[in-house]
């Protein structure tokens, strides 16, 4: 390879690096798991899972029937080992998992009041999807200052992405700039009558 004309190109040539094995018998050893003392490894492993699980739920069709309710069997293992690991662990797993679908929920929402300042601002920041979510409010109401200020940040972000909403649905699909006209109302006309007045005797 030669200089280009902004300086060197560089290759770091094809780099592999193999994912786990999804089998069923992968599948149902990781779960387990998850009832016991576990590693990093194993954490990691389920949030694979989680995502799985996730794509399956958002489109049937992509994995089978059988593959499907084995994923599924991860939620209720989420739920239960969320609230039991270390909060650097906790914080982690509020951002790599799937955003939140109502099979997740419940195992977010096990993490929802939790008192560790570093899991309390991941949630705020990943996991609020309104702003008139309480635990935004109560981030602003908080003596802490960095859990407040997030709260004011999360709030603003959150506050702009509805209004953009609101605006975009408020235009339509047409794309027009102004309301169209009612057509119940009778118009206004603009000049006087083509009718002239009767001539006066």
Known sequence: LRPGT????GDSGLIRIDG?????????????????????????ALVVIGNLAAAAER???????????????????????LP??????????????????????P????????????????YLIRRTEVSTDPIIDAALRSE?????RYGRVV???????EEVVRRDFSLGTSGAKTPPQDSSKPSTPSGPSESAPPPKP
Not at 6 to 9: A, L, P, T
Not at 59 to 81: N, Y
């Open 20 to 44: 786990p094995p999804v089998t069923d018998d992968w599948i149902d050893r990781a779960i387990a798991r998850a009832s016991g003392p576990i590693d990093g490894d194993d954490l990691v």
């Open 155 to 161: 709030k603003e972000m959150l506050s702009h992405d």
């Open 84 to 105: 039991k690991i270390d909060p650097v662990s906790q914080a982690w797993m509020l951002v790599v998992l799937p955003d939140t679908i109502p099979p997740l929920a």
């Open 107 to 122: 195992a977010i929402e096990t993490l929802r009041s939790s008192p560790e300042k570093l899991v309390r601002l991941t």
């Open 59 to 81: 489109v049937s069709t992509s994995v089978t029937p059988e593959r499907a309710a084995k994923l599924a069997a991860v939620w209720p293992a989420l739920t239960a080992l």
């Open 144 to 148: 802490d200052p960095d859990i407040a």
């Open 6 to 9: 902004f300086g060197d190109v």
